[in-house]
């Protein structure tokens, strides 16, 4: 798992990774496209990766892709968990249907980095739906980080090993 905060590096770092571990490595994009800013900072991953890659686009259900054997990226949890907090607009059940998903993915023989924000780490926001779904958030971290074998927290582009 790396985490850290906006552009500290994070998915660059989990690209190296990716391809210190396996030529053809796998890069899964949970993002939902809004709008034609978001859809220019995609291009931009898109472009950094070459033809190495087998990219997937899955918002949701990760645990119906088929890695076993494979080195696969997953960036990142942040986006995967905007998907289901707007969709099922209750934090209990969308953090529950994260962890299945989660579960049943991880279950799979392959090697898995997790890509993640830390937005917990300001202040608290005067804004209820921010509020909840950094709780949402730092929740999914939490469950993701104590079953990482490694976790790595990204600050201005260097990398913290929090767990080796």
């Known amino acids: ?3 850290g905060g906006q552009r500290s590096g994070k998915s660059t770092y989990a690209e190296r990774l990716a391809l210190s571990l396996s030529v053809h490595p796998v890069y899964v994009a949970t993002a939902h496209v809004w709008d034609e800013e978001f859809r220019k900072r995609v291009e931009i991953h898109r472009q950094r990766r070459g ?7 899955e918002e949701r259900w990760l645990s119906r892709l088929q890695l076993t054997g494979r080195v696969a990226l997953i960036d990142c949890l942040t986006l995967w968990a905007t998907n289901f907090f707007f969709d099922l607009q209750d934090v209990d059940k969308a953090l ?5 998903e989660f579960d049943k993915l991880v279950g799979q023989d392959a090697t898995l980095i997790f890509v993640t924000n830390e937005i917990g780490l300001g202040g608290t926001s005067e804004n209820r739906v921010q509020r909840q779904f ?3 958030l730092g929740w999914l971290n939490q469950y993701v980080a104590s079953r990482a074998d490694e976790v790595v927290l990204m600050v ?6 929090l767990r080796e």
């Open 1 to 3: 798992m790396i985490t």
């Open 51 to 57: 033809p190495e890659w087998e990219n997937i686009e």
């Open 96 to 100: 529950e249907a994260m962890k299945s």
């Open 134 to 136: 950094t709780d949402l």
């Open 156 to 161: 201005s582009g260097i990398a913290l090993k």
